[in-house]
């Protein structure tokens, strides 16, 4: 069992960079890969980055790469998302997810646990 909670959401502008957070308890939260996720309204939600259970092997998006970062910390504690570049279309509800087998897969359904979003909103 994982509880998960994003936080590092607001209002930037196009062209700034915001950080996202993902912390989690549970004493098997290390074991779990972690993926974040957004959704934009009247969109579906879509893969954004994911990272394995060692921090080895990492995902993005076409639309994120170059701009995103995702990382763990070395206590595997928490799952942050460096977001540079930001752009309008980057405006959405970020949500991160574990998923207990441990791959880093890009499909949101294999992902068991879900935090709750934080929003992100980019000005033109």
């Known amino acids: 069992q994982a509880q998960l909670v994003e936080s590092g959401g607001g209002l930037v502008q196009a062209g700034d960079s915001l950080r996202l957070s993902c912390a989690a308890s549970?004493?098997?939260?290390?074991?779990?890969?972690i993926g974040w996720f957004r959704q934009a309204a009247g969109k579906e939600r879509e893969f954004v980055a994911s990272i394995s259970r060692n921090g080895w092997n990492i995902r993005y998006a076409d639309s994120v790469k170059g701009r995103f970062s995702i990382s763990r910390d070395s206590a595997k504690t928490t799952v942050g998302l460096q977001m540079n570049s930001l752009k309008p279309e980057d405006t959405a509800v970020y949500y991160c997810a574990a998923n207990p087998t441990g791959n880093p897969t890009g499909n949101g359904k294999e992902y068991v646990y879900w935090g709750q979003g934080t929003q992100v909103t980019v000005s033109s």
């Open positions: 549970g004493r098997t939260f290390s074991t779990y890969a």
